[in-house]
């Protein structure tokens, strides 16, 4: 797994693995070993972290650098984006899938919200099937609570020293239902071909109802997967309305108003006010709003 380029001629598979994200120093601390690894090469990695809401502080700019992190604009169709089946060589890459780091107050802790398309484009669309492992990580959380103060040295200094982090990482996924998966995308991609422009994805691969709901049953699967690891760790259950994207949309577009019994540690990131550096955009990818602009 942490090797594919010394594997490539036997594994030609990627290797995605797929992770809760309760703290902004699960890219740091999860990867940083990597910055001395002998052969830190673009075919060990590749990191998706949302570009708008990165550190800007310098030392941690070259920590995402040198460990492989590649930064991306939080849409479907991100323009920057160098999609895996591109690469020459295996490679891992590694996906926060709910896109925001999520931190709430108990009982509800360490419950993750809904996954994005975003890690079900990088099962389904891929030329070879990648490996998919999921991973469960609980205490990150504790060493940087959100609810800190932004002054720079408490940002950067880990908090409560001594307190247990747990990396839980499961079994690959069944590769029969990652196939399952890719066979109903192949069908869509016959159905909704294009002569035209062969080697592009028509609206309705992008956009489409069927393809929409392809994209929304292998997300919520693999929160399934991921959430199987979190009662492992010895977490008690979620609550149900948590895997639900209409929850999330309606708790976030109400500022957490629509359900009082749930809050935040520090910020619901998700919020649209709070993201004052990004454009908006709609769900085609168009930008609608520059930032700072109302």
């Not at 160098?82 to 490679?91: A, F, I, M, N, W």
């Not at 998919?132 to 990150?140: E, H, L």
């Not at 619901?268 to 550096?277: F, M, R, S, Y």
Request: proline letters at 7%; a negative charge; one cysteine or more.
């Amino acid at each position: 797994m942490f090797h594919p380029s010394e594997n490539e001629n036997k594994n030609p598979n990627n290797v995605s693995t797929i992770s809760s994200y309760f703290s902004v120093s699960n890219e740091v601390k999860n990867w940083f070993p990597f910055l001395f690894h002998k052969n830190n090469s673009p075919s060990i990695k590749s990191i998706d972290n949302a570009t708008e809401f990165e550190d800007k502080d310098i030392s941690t700019s070259d920590i995402n650098n040198g460990s492989q992190i590649v930064s991306e604009i939080k849409q479907l169709y991100s323009p920057t984006y160098t999609p895996p089946v591109l690469r020459s060589k295996p490679s891992w890459v590694h996906i926060f899938p709910e896109g925001y780091v999520c931190q709430l107050e108990p009982p509800h802790n360490n419950s993750m919200r809904f996954f994005r398309w975003g890690a079900a484009r990088l099962i389904l669309e891929p030329t070879v099937a990648p490996i998919v492992v999921p991973i469960f990580s609980n205490g990150f959380e504790k060493i940087v609570p959100e609810g800190i103060t932004e002054d720079l040295f408490d940002r950067i200094s880990p908090q409560n020293f001594g307190e247990q982090i747990l990396v839980n990482i499961g079994k690959a996924i069944d590769d029969k239902i990652i196939e399952g998966f890719r066979s109903e995308w192949r069908e869509l991609c016959n159905k909704f071909y294009s002569k035209a422009n062969p080697n592009d994805l028509t609206f309705d691969l992008k956009f489409g109802d069927e393809a929409s709901k392809l994209r929304s049953k292998v997300a919520a699967y693999l929160r399934e997967k991921v959430a199987e690891l979190r009662l492992e760790n010895g977490l008690p259950e979620e609550d149900s309305r948590f895997k639900e994207v209409t929850f999330w949309k309606k708790y976030t577009a109400s500022e957490g108003k629509s359900d009082p019994d749930i809050k935040f540690i520090g910020q619901n990131w998700a919020i649209k006010d709070l993201q004052t550096n990004i454009p908006t955009y709609d769900r085609y990818g168009n930008v609608i709003e520059e930032p700072g602009a109302k």
